[in-house]
C-alpha cells in the first residue's frame, strides 16, 4: 500500500459519514502521523484516518465508486485531482 492508491473499505465506515454511510472507495493521501500502520484516505470528498487492516488495493473505480470519492468528478477531472494531491506531499 502507498500514497496513490485507489482501496476499498474492508472495515466500517467513519463514523463521522453518518449512520448508513457506505463509502465504497477512497484514495490514499498520506501516512496516518499519530498511529503506526494508518492511512490518510479521501472518502466522500473528507480525509479521514484509517487503519491498514481495513483497507484493500483496488485497480480502477466503477462511476459510482468515483461519485463517492471526490463528489462527481468526471474521470479526467479526478485524474488531474490526485496528480495535484499526490505532488503536494512533494
Not at 48 to 56: D, T
Not at 69 to 88: D, I, Q, T
Amino acid at each position: 500500500m502507498k500514497v496513490g492508491d485507489l482501496v476499498s473499505l474492508k472495515c466500517f465506515p467513519p463514523i463521522e459519514l453518518g449512520f448508513g454511510a457506505d463509502p465504497k472507495s477512497g484514495l490514499i493521501v498520506r501516512t496516518g502521523e499519530k498511529h503506526p500502520h494508518t492511512w490518510v484516505v479521501v472518502l466522500s470528498g473528507k480525509e479521514y484516518v484509517i487503519q491498514e487492516s481495513g483497507l484493500e488495493v483496488i485497480n480502477e473505480l466503477s462511476d459510482e465508486q468515483l461519485d463517492l470519492v471526490k463528489g462527481g468528478m468526471s474521470p479526467r477531472a479526478f485524474s488531474n485531482w490526485r496528480v495535484e494531491v499526490l505532488n503536494e506531499g512533494r
